[in-house]
């Protein structure tokens, strides 16, 4: 029997006009319960690939499954974590880092009204799996650049995803930042089993901890283990399609 894949395009193209080609010929696979890392030069087609996995867009040709369905019309949209690319910071909003993570527990539906205790007790386990307990009640705004990407990821796990992406989410945030992101990935990895697309044009912090790297530009030019990967393909620039 065929194991029905988290993620499958096949021989998809795009263009965000008409005549335009971002993507080309791409297919790909993602089993659920994968760690992928997704990298290529700026203006490759990553984010917009991601958008294509999510149905946020739709093929020009070929075809973008979700867990078998039609990505554009997937059932479960509220199994669905993405940290998009450049997303809005809390800014000068109040909002503390439980009220964040609760919006998460909001879109995953059902939830009209008071939150119920399981949402609650859903809540304070993702602020604690991103290590934020200590500052739940601090305002967004005075938290660093990568705590508040661990809230934002916090959101997306109150909602129970099945497949989390993250486009760029460690844009901005120094090398440590970068490696205990990594290290949090690889702990939901094996301890939840969820499926984690994590898109960066650096791969270097999550490279120890993912099975597979795909590079793409315009189309995919590898799609290996990242021991596999020649040489001359580690400095993204490089890679020519
Ligand atoms: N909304 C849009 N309308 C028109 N063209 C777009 C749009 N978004 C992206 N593009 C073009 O599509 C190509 C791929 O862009 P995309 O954002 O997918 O690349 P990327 O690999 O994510 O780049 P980066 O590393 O800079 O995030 C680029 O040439 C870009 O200019
Ligand atoms: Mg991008």
Redesign the pocket.
């Known amino acids: 029997m065929r194991v029905t894949p988290a993620v499958e395009l096949d021989d998809v193209s795009f263009g965000?006009?008409p005549g335009q080609r971002?993507l080309e010929g791409v297919t790909l696979r993602l089993g659920e319960g994968e760690f992928v890392a997704v990298a290529?030069p700026?203006?490759?087609?990553?984010?917009?690939?991601v958008r294509l996995i999510l149905g946020l867009e739709r093929p020009g040709d070929g075809r973008a499954l979700l867990f078998g369905e039609p990505a554009h019309r997937f059932s479960q949209r509220r199994t669905l974590g993405y940290l998009a690319?450049r997303f809005e910071l809390g800014g000068d909003a109040p909002a503390t880092v439980r009220e964040v993570v609760s919006a998460g527990r909001l879109a995953a539906g059902g939830l009209i009204g008071p939150m119920r205790r399981r949402d609650r007790e859903l809540v304070a386990e993702a602020i604690e799996r991103v290590g934020l307990s200590e500052r739940a009640d601090a305002p967004l705004r005075t938290l660093s650049g990568g705590q508040q990407q661990r809230a934002f990821i916090a959101k997306a796990l109150a909602g129970e995803p099945s497949l989390l992406v993250l486009d760029?989410p460690t844009t901005g945030v120094d090398a440590e930042t970068q490696e205990s992101l990594a290290a949090l990935l690889d702990r939901l990895h094996s301890e939840l089993g969820v499926t984690i697309v994590y898109v960066s044009?650096e791969f270097g912090a999550v490279e120890r901890f993912v099975q597979r790297l795909v590079l793409?530009r315009r189309t995919i030019v590898f799609d290996g283990s990242p021991q596999e990967l020649p040489g001359i393909w580690h400095d993204p620039s490089h890679v020519h399609a």
Not at 42 to 49: D, S, V, Y
């Open positions: 965000y006009r971002v290529g700026n203006g490759g087609g990553k984010t917009t690939l690319q760029e044009h793409v």
